[in-house]
């Protein structure tokens, strides 16, 4: 159920058929939206489309519905299925289900999950342990590991609120969970209930085992500790420290600071020795997308940080950039509305930017008027149609010593993107043109 182009609505059905399963693939989009991943599956005689729209007779008299991310799980069809008792899986869950003797690190958050994920998959590589990494990253799925690990290995799986309810519906939580924060985001999925969207992250610890390590990133605030405490009053918490000042960290801010510590702090839980953590802390650059740096023209650095999708994340990459006394940025963002409170970014960027180019979309519009206020405060506002456009008018504006930061602060779907990563990819090639 559930289909998409990022990579996962392929990868999940064509396993499976190669497995030998009867699959039925179907999805609200048309064959014609859903062009290139039909492409990669219409090689398999065991796999039927049914799109355009979902089908009663497709939910029942089926072994397993397998659900996609995203799909809200009230949904008629799945409320059909497990009225006729059928099992609603989702591809991490159902993995972790069949997989017991594989330890797994589980890693969520509204934001840090990704760099959190890939530092500890670096630490536990650069040792040489046999591990594999997976979840909410794009072009892969965990099923196909399924045939690769053995008993002992480990798997580090970053989890969206979205996949996070397969583990709720399975009862099941995985031996080391890592929260990093929580803050408000998909309040257009979560229908504006935060509550809604903590339940779902919570389904990270809810499940876990006395022998099963929870790690709180230093930043969860105290009112979500308490709401922790309550739904699991025995769980054991390890206890987060500061990342010691004699290491060189080369990925910049203050927010990966509480990421790294994090990542530190599964990995001790796993009985990695500390100079080992230490070796691959200090060696690892980054992630792609997060305040990543990509070149230098004319004496202007450029950063991508196409990934942060929530005014908290602009902010944390303002401050990460950001020098006060020059006002040193020129900020690019923009995009679809997930009905965020935009108003501490708009009081952040004068501190931060003497220029800022909005991306005009359904979102952007929503605080337009606002940000052209600022150039009371000396910023100059721009506002642009489509990212090229956006781009050229940031390299035509930025002066030598000023670093363009593109750090949308909102959701890639709209009429530009396929989706985030779509996003990404158009903003790499975008910059590697420019001269």
Not at 192 to 207: E, R
Request: glycine share 8%; hydrophobic share 35%.
């Amino acid at each position: 159920m559930g289909l998409g182009l990022i990579g996962k609505g392929a990868i999940n059905p064509a396993f499976l058929a190669e497995c030998g399963a009867e699959v039925i693939a179907t999805d609200l989009k048309t064959e014609e939206e859903l062009r290139p991943t039909v492409e990669k599956l219409k090689k398999f005689p065991n796999i039927k489309f049914s799109l355009g729209g979902h089908k009663l007779e497709d939910f029942e008299n089926v072994d397993m519905i397998l659900k996609n991310q995203g799909i809200p799980d009230n949904s008629p069809f799945l409320l059909h299925a497990r009225e006729k008792g059928i099992p609603v899986e989702m591809d991490e869950s159902l993995f972790a289900k069949l997989m017991p003797e594989v330890t797994i690190v589980g890693v969520t958050g509204t934001r840090g999950k990704s760099t959190t994920t890939n530092l500890i998959y670096h630490i536990l590589k650069g040792i040489s342990r046999r591990v594999f990494i997976a979840g909410n990253l794009p072009g892969t799925s965990i099923m196909p590991l399924l045939g690769e690990v053995d008993k002992g290995d480990i798997i580090v799986v970053e989890l969206s609120s979205w996949q996070l309810q397969g583990f709720g519906e399975s009862s099941i939580s995985p031996h080391i969970a890592v929260f990093t924060n929580f803050m408000p985001d998909h309040l257009n999925y979560y229908k504006n209930d935060l509550d809604a969207y903590f339940n779902d992250k919570a389904n990270i610890f809810k499940y876990q085992k006395s022998e099963d390590t929870l790690v709180l990133g230093e930043s969860l605030i105290q009112g979500s500790r308490l709401k922790i405490q309550e739904i699991k009053s025995d769980i054991k918490i390890a206890k987060v420290e500061s990342v010691p000042e004699d290491w060189k960290i080369q990925i910049p801010g203050e927010h990966n600071k509480v990421n790294i510590a994090c990542a530190i702090e599964a990995c001790r839980a796993l009985g990695i020795l500390d100079e080992d953590i230490k070796k691959g802390v200090e060696t690892f650059s980054g992630v792609e997308g997060r305040l990543q740096f990509v070149k230098e023209v004319n004496g202007v650095k450029t950063y991508n940080d196409n990934n942060s999708t929530t005014p908290e994340a602009t902010i944390a990459a303002l401050r990460a950039l950001g020098d006060v006394s020059k006002k040193n940025i020129v900020l690019i963002f923009g995009g679809d509305d997930k009905k965020l409170d935009m108003s501490r970014l708009v009081e952040e960027i004068p501190k931060w930017c003497s220029k800022v180019v909005m991306f005009k979309e359904r979102g952007t519009d929503t605080i337009r008027d606002k940000v052209f206020e600022l150039e009371k405060d000396g910023v100059k506002v721009y506002e642009e149609e489509g990212l090229e456009s956006t781009m050229a008018r940031a390299h035509e504006v930025a002066e030598s010593g000023e670093t363009i930061l593109y750090s949308p602060a909102f959701s890639s779907f709209g009429k530009y993107f396929k989706n985030e990563y779509d996003r990404g990819d158009q903003f790499t090639k975008i910059v590697d043109g420019l001269k």
